[in-house]
């Protein structure tokens, strides 16, 4: 398999549940710059849609979108509980918190990193990333994850978007189950591979 990303960007989400997953797999960089890999290659040539992450299987078929490539990575490896089996409700939850994170949190923060937005409008989305971020914290109240003891996938996409925060002025300072959750991801041994291999971490 081979995961299309850019360093700390979405795709940093599927990069972990790969190394948690002990997949073979091969990381190849797209710049979300010059939408260009390192061989000169337009990146549009294999994503029409210009962004990453993309996840191109043995067969060549090709799979787009972090919520759906995290759950096909989940299911190639039952065994390791990174995703509860299909059809429980537990899989639906999973797939509640992957919806919460990528309509609520994750977008929340696109007009933060567009030079063309107002400061005015920044303040709202500032605003309203804490007014989730609020909520999220008294979830994992008691918690040590998103889905209760056991890492599972929607704990990868919030770890990777939540970064993104003292980048772009939201204070999540006194939220101390988030921070507190945060820290436990950062610790986790498939979540620092991934990170050093993006080169955010040394």
Excluded at 15 to 31: D, N, Y
Excluded at 86 to 105: P, Q
Excluded at 125 to 136: D, E, F, H, M
Excluded at 177 to 191: G, K, S
């Amino acid at each position: 398999m081979k995961l299309y990303y850019s360093p700390g960007a979405c795709s940093l989400s599927p990069h972990i549940v790969l190394k948690e997953s002990g997949l073979p797999f091969e990381a190849v960089l797209a710049s979300t710059k010059t939408h260009k890999l390192a061989d000169g290659t337009d990146y549009y040539t294999i994503n029409p849609k210009g962004y990453v992450p993309l996840l191109e299987l043995d067969d060549g078929q090709r799979l787009t979108e972090g919520p759906a490539i995290v759950q096909y990575i989940a299911d190639q490896v039952p065994a390791q509980g990174l995703a509860p089996a299909a059809g429980t409700m537990a899989r639906y939850r999973v797939m509640e918190w992957l919806n919460f994170i990528s309509s609520e949190v994750h977008k929340s923060y696109s007009p933060l990193f567009n030079p063309a937005m107002p400061e005015e409008g920044k303040a709202v989305y500032r605003q309203r990333l804490l007014g989730r971020y609020q909520w999220l914290n008294e979830q994992l109240e008691g918690r040590q994850y998103l889905m209760g003891e056991q890492f599972t996938v929607p704990d990868a996409y919030l770890f990777t978007v939540t970064n993104w925060a003292s980048r772009v002025g939201v204070d999540l300072s006194g939220l101390a189950h988030l921070q507190a959750f945060m820290a436990r991801m950062l610790a986790r041994p498939a979540v620092q591979a991934a990170m050093k291999a993006e080169g955010l971490i040394a």
